[in-house]
């Protein structure tokens, strides 16, 4: 793990969200049923992990705030910039299939995994454009 505090800071942050959103996700699938009718139970329960994401974007804001490092910063905003790119090129662009052709749906919630895939991506975009990734992963 890095010695950078603000980095640690922002890795267990984001670790402990993540617990949160993996928890919550398996309490929602336990606790409401498929065929649930939407009450205010099933909302709060559905709704929780979206708090946690919140969480997600909140913690990256807070690093790109309180880095002092320009170079770094522009990196992990970059990284962001990828991850937005290919998360809203994939979902745009299977969504205008799936308008014109009988394919099979891409569910909303996959915007989020497929949003930190886009992250790893950009760091190894970073990685061979700048030779490093920036200072959160390795």
């Known amino acids: 793990m890095t010695k950078n505090p603000l980095m640690r800071r922002f890795i267990w942050t984001h670790l402990i969200l993540s617990l949160g ?15 649930a009718e939407p009450s205010l139970t099933v909302i709060i329960f559905a709704a929780f992990p979206g708090v946690m994401v919140v969480g997600w974007i909140w913690n990256m804001g807070r690093l790109y705030l309180t880095m002092e490092d320009e170079f770094l910063r522009m990196l992990e905003v970059r990284k962001a ?3 937005t790119a ?18 099979p749906r891409l569910p909303v919630f996959f915007v989020v995994p497929i949003w930190c895939l886009g992250l790893i991506a950009g ?16």
């Open 21 to 35: 959103y993996v928890a919550s996700v398996a309490l929602a699938s336990w606790f409401i049923p498929d065929d």
């Open 81 to 83: 910039m990828w991850a």
């Open 86 to 103: 290919i998360a809203l090129g994939i979902c745009g662009g299977w969504g205008l299939i799936e308008l014109f052709a009988s394919v």
């Open 123 to 138: 760091h190894l975009i970073n990685r061979f454009t700048h030779g490093t990734g920036g200072g959160s992963l390795w």
